[in-house]
T-cell receptor
Framework: SQQGEEDPQALSIQEGENATMNCSYK?????LQWYRQNSGRGLVHLIL?????REKHSGRLRVTLDTSKKSSSLLITASRAADTASYFC???????????FGKGTRLSVIA | NAGVTQTPKFRVLKTGQSMTLLCAQD?????MYWYRQDPGMGLRLIHY???????AKGEVPDGYNVSRLKKQNFLLGLESAAPSQTSVYFC?????????????FGDGTRLSIL
C-alpha cells in the first residue's frame, strides 16, 4: 500500500518559475527521499532528509519535512525545461522495511 | 561504471509463457530490489534481497520468483505470465542499510503479456 501521496498529480509551469510539490505520509518514518524520473528512464535519487531534520538544500532543490504534519515539500527554484520529469517521494517507515514510493507528480516546464 | 543494467529492455510474451529478467550491478551493493511500475500506481516492491543467497517478499510478490546466487545479479522470474503482469519492471540496488541509503535504478524492462 502507498505510504506517501504526492500533490499535485500534475504541474505545468513556465521556465524560470518555481515548482513546489508536496508529499504526505501516514506513519512515522526514519527518513524521506525524493527521486526524479525522466520519461523512459529509471529513477534518480535527488535528496534524503532524516526525521530529525527540518530542511535540506541541494543546488536548486529545497526539501522541507514537517513530522508533526507528516508532510514534506520539494521546491525547485528557477525551473528549466530539463526539469520536466516525474517526481516521487519515498518514505522509510519506522521498523525494518524498505522504501515505499508514492505515485508521483508529473512536472512540465514549458520553455 | 555501468551502474545497474537490466536485460532485456523490451519483451512481448504470450499468456502462460515463462521468462527471466536479469539485473546486474557493478557497485558492490548488498541490497537489490525488483519493482513494477503501472500507470497511476507508482512503484510497488515485488521482492528484494539483503545479500547474496537471500530473498524476501515485498508488497506484490505473487506470480514472481527471484534468485540472488551472485552478489552482483538479481533475477526475476515469471513462471506462467498473465496479462496482469504487463508492466515496466525496475531493478534497484543500495549499499548496506535499506533504511538510509538511496537506491540506484536501472532503466527498466518493458514487458507486455498478450
Amino acid at each position: 500500500s502507498q505510504q506517501g501521496e504526492e500533490d499535485p498529480q500534475a504541474l505545468s509551469i513556465q521556465e524560470g518559475e518555481n515548482a513546489t510539490m508536496n508529499c504526505s505520509y501516514k506513519t512515522s518514518i526514519n527518513n524521506l527521499q525524493w527521486y526524479r524520473q525522466n520519461s523512459g528512464r529509471g529513477l534518480v535519487h535527488l535528496i534524503l532528509i532524516r526525521s530529525n531534520e527540518r530542511e535540506k538544500h541541494s543546488g536548486r532543490l529545497r526539501v522541507t519535512l514537517d513530522t508533526s504534519k507528516k508532510s514534506s515539500s520539494l521546491l525547485i527554484t528557477a525551473s528549466r525545461a530539463a526539469d520536466t520529469a516525474s517526481y516521487f517521494c519515498a518514505t522509510v517507515p519506522s521498523g525494518n522495511t524498505p522504501l515505499v514510493f508514492g505515485k508521483g507528480t508529473r512536472l512540465s516546464v514549458i520553455a | 561504471n555501468a551502474g545497474v543494467t537490466q536485460t532485456p529492455k523490451f519483451r512481448v510474451l504470450k499468456t502462460g509463457q515463462s521468462m527471466t529478467l536479469l539485473c546486474a550491478q557493478d557497485m558492490n551493493h548488498e541490497y537489490m530490489y525488483w519493482y513494477r511500475q503501472d500507470p497511476g500506481m507508482g512503484l510497488r516492491l515485488i521482492h528484494y534481497s539483503v545479500g547474496e543467497g537471500t530473498t524476501a517478499k515485498g508488497e506484490v510478490p505473487d506470480g514472481y520468483n527471484v534468485s540472488r546466487l551472485k552478489k552482483q545479479n538479481f533475477l526475476l522470474g515469471l513462471e506462467s505470465a498473465a496479462p496482469s503482469q504487463t508492466s515496466v519492471y525496475f531493478c534497484a540496488s543500495s549499499t548496506q542499510g535499506i533504511r538510509n541509503q538511496p537506491q540506484h535504478f536501472g532503466d527498466g524492462t518493458r514487458l507486455s503479456i498478450l
